[in-house]
C-alpha cells in the first residue's frame, strides 16, 4: 500500500513556459501533500504544503506565484512551474502524508524539470 | 532546525554493519528515516514515534532517544542493495518534516 505516482517523470520544456506536475496517491486518500526540491547531491528541500480544499502554504523564499500549487481533490495536488527559466531545473517530489497519527509521509518517484 | 546526521558518509563491505545517527536540538514527535537510490525519489524505511512505537520493515532497526531529542539507524549484515543516501527527517511543532543532510552509503562486494 501508500503508493503516490507523479507525472511526468522527466520533462524539458523552452525559457518562458509553463509545466504541470501532477502528483496522485493511489491507495490511500491524503489530505495534505508536500512539494520538494532537490539538487544534486542535496537534501531534500520543502517547498510547500498543500492542503486539500485551501490554499497553499509556502515555505520562506519560494514564489508563490511562480510555483502554483492545487490540492484539486483528497488524491491529487499539482505544481504548475509558470514562465520557468533554467534555474528552476531540479528534481522535483512530491509527498502525501497518511491521516494517521503517525504522520507518515510517502513520496512520488519524482520530476526531473530541464529548462533550456 | 535541521537535525544533524553523522556521519556524512560511510564505506561498507557486503555483510558488515553500520549505524547511522540523526540529532535534534528540539523537542520531537517522531523521527522517519528514508534511503533514497541515485536519480530515484526517497523511500520509506521507518519511523519512530514519541512513546516507543514503531512502524517500518522487519529488517531494518532503529532506536530514538526522546530525552535526548536522537535517532539511531542500524544496518546489520549490509547488501549491495542498502548503498544509497539515507536521510532522517524530524517531527516537532508541525505536520512538515525537516529532513538532515543525508549520510551517503556505500556498500562493495
Known amino acids: 500500500g501508500a503508493v503516490v505516482s507523479q507525472h511526468p517523470s522527466w520533462v524539458i520544456c523552452k525559457s518562458g513556459t509553463s509545466v504541470k506536475i501532477e502528483c496522485r496517491s493511489l491507495d490511500f486518500q491524503a489530505t495534505t501533500m508536500f512539494w520538494y526540491r532537490q539538487f544534486p547531491k542535496q537534501s531534500l528541500m520543502l517547498m510547500a504544503t498543500s492542503n486539500e480544499g485551501s490554499k497553499a502554504t509556502y515555505e520562506q523564499g519560494v514564489e508563490k506565484d511562480k510555483f502554483l500549487i492545487n490540492h484539486a481533490s483528497l488524491t491529487l495536488s499539482t505544481l504548475t512551474v509558470t514562465s520557468a527559466h533554467p534555474e528552476d531545473s531540479s528534481f522535483y517530489i512530491c509527498?502525501?502524508?497518511?491521516?494517521?497519527?503517525?504522520?507518515?509521509?510517502?513520496f512520488g518517484p519524482g520530476t526531473r524539470l530541464t529548462v533550456t | 532546525q535541521q537535525p544533524v546526521q553523522s556521519p556524512q558518509a560511510v564505506i561498507l563491505r557486503e555483510g558488515e554493519d553500520a549505524v547511522i545517527n540523526c540529532s535534534s536540538s528540539?523537542?520531537?514527535?517522531?523521527v522517519h528515516w528514508y534511503r533514497q537510490k541515485h536519480g530515484e525519489a526517497p523511500v520509506f524505511l521507518m519511523i519512530?514515534?514519541?512513546?516507543?512505537e514503531q512502524k517500518g520493515h522487519d529488517k531494518i532497526s532503529a532506536s530514538f532517544n526522546e530525552k535526548k531529542q536522537q535517532s539511531s539507524l542500524y544496518l546489520t549484515a549490509s547488501q549491495l542493495s542498502y548503498s544509497g543516501t539515507y536521510f532522517c527527517?524530524?517531527?516537532?511543532?508541525?505536520?512538515?518534516?525537516?529532513f538532515g543532510k543525508g549520510t551517503k552509503l556505500t556498500v562493495n562486494p
Open positions: 527527517g524530524t517531527l516537532g511543532g508541525s505536520e512538515k518534516l525537516v
Open positions: 519512530l514515534l514519541k512513546g516507543g
Open positions: 509527498s502525501a502524508q497518511t491521516g494517521d497519527f503517525t504522520y507518515e509521509q510517502y
Open positions: 528540539k523537542a520531537l514527535y517522531s
